[in-house]
Structures are given as structure tokens and as C-alpha cells.
């Protein structure tokens, strides 16, 4: 009986071993989770992050039991919120003064195909977590970016409703202006239990996502924000199941 205890314990530990990384063995992970994203750079206009689908499958090669190296295919989607509000004073034609308050909103949804290479560090003294970095190659897909502007009198003498522009919209497919290959760190942790995996991630973009060279001259004239210097940032969670090659 206490032979039998020992072989359970022994195979009990294995299992959980094998489950977390298997040396000399390979494994495959789907996975899928969301993304919350925005930009980072001099630009401060992009800075409310926005949320978004990611999901692919991660292979990994144990070197040992506390040691992993991956290789992953995601698709991502990311982006940001933009919103900006400026107040002008103006002279109506009666000769009355009012307060124009101005607020453009939109999103720059831009989806990428993704390549992590990561280093996975199992912590030996707490089974299934790990800690991980490496670098990412991304891939773009699509660019988009939705604007819409309002405009409304918010001080006036003889305040009238007659006065309120129509809020123009703009659509701008920003695929051609975007750089087709993006590059950066991602740093991360995850924690594996019956080969389930729970993965939480930082990516810091470290090339500009955006080539300045390519927008439009009247771009500017069009919308008051700037696309110059902005780099990809996001935080994703995923979940995932291992699958033992």
C-alpha cells in the first residue's frame, strides 16, 4: 500500500510536470482573450485606450523543466480613442460675441497579424507559473480611423437654437499611410493548471506605426490631431488549452 502511495505521488508530480512544460517535447496552445490598446509617443491625442479581440495558437519547445521558448501567430485587434475639445470665440453677424465649444471623437482600429517568439521561465518553487519575454513582429491587416465632430454654441448673449452646425463625419481607410510591419517587447506572465492557461501580457511598440510621410497634405486641415509618432501599446488576456505533441 505505501509502494502504491509513492508510484501515485511520483506520477502525480510527472503529470503536473508535463502539464506545465515537458522537456525535449513540443506543444500546441490555442488560445483567445482581448485586447486593451493605445498609442505612446510626443502625440498625446491617442491616449484612451480601446478594447478588442485577440486569439491564434503558440507553440512551444521544452529545453527543460524550468525553461520554454514559443513561437505564436496572433491575430490582434488594436488601436485607440481620440477626443479633443477646444472652445473659440466668434462675432455673429448681428454683432453679438458667443462661445463655440468643438469636440472631435473617433477610434484608429488598425488589426494585425502577430508573432511573438517569447522565453518562458517556469518557477520551480510554484508549479504551472511562469514568467516570459521575448520579441514580437506584427503584421498589419486593416487601418481605420472613424472621426465625428459636433459643435454647439455653450455661451451667448441671446442664446438661440437656431445655431448649431451639422457634425461632419469622416472615414479615412488608413491602411496605405499605416507601416506594414510593426516591432517591440512583450513582457508577461501566466499560470497553467490542467493545461489550462491563463496569460496576461505588456507590449511596448518600439517603432512608429504610422509613416508621416505618407498622409495627405490636407490631411491636417481636415482634423486637428496628429498622427506623427505614435507607437502601439496594449495589455491583453487570454486563455488557452495545451495540447501535448
Known sequence: MKKFGIIVCMTCCSMGLLAQNAPGKFSVKPMAGINVSTFAGDNSDFSKSKVGFTGGAEVEYGINNWLGLSLGVMYSQQGSKVEISSTTEQVADWGEEY??????????KTDYL????????????????????????????SGKLNMEMESKVIEAPNYSSYYYPIPPKVDLYM????????FGIPVGISYEYKNIVLDARYYFG????????????????????????????????????????
Open 99 to 108: 462661445t463655440i465649444l468643438t469636440t472631435n471623437m473617433g477610434k484608429l
Open 114 to 141: 502577430n508573432l511573438p517568439l517569447m522565453v518562458n521561465f517556469y518557477i520551480p518553487s510554484v508549479r504551472g507559473l511562469s514568467v516570459k519575454t521575448g520579441i514580437q513582429l506584427g503584421i498589419l491587416t
Open 175 to 182: 491602411t496605405e499611410f499605416c507601416k506594414s510591419v510593426d
Open 206 to 245: 518600439l517603432t512608429s506605426c504610422v509613416d508621416g510621410n505618407k498622409i495627405p497634405k490636407d490631411f491636417y486641415s481636415l482634423l486637428p490631431i496628429s498622427l506623427e509618432d505614435i507607437k502601439n501599446r496594449h495589455f491583453s488576456v487570454t486563455l488557452g488549452y495545451r495540447f501535448h505533441l
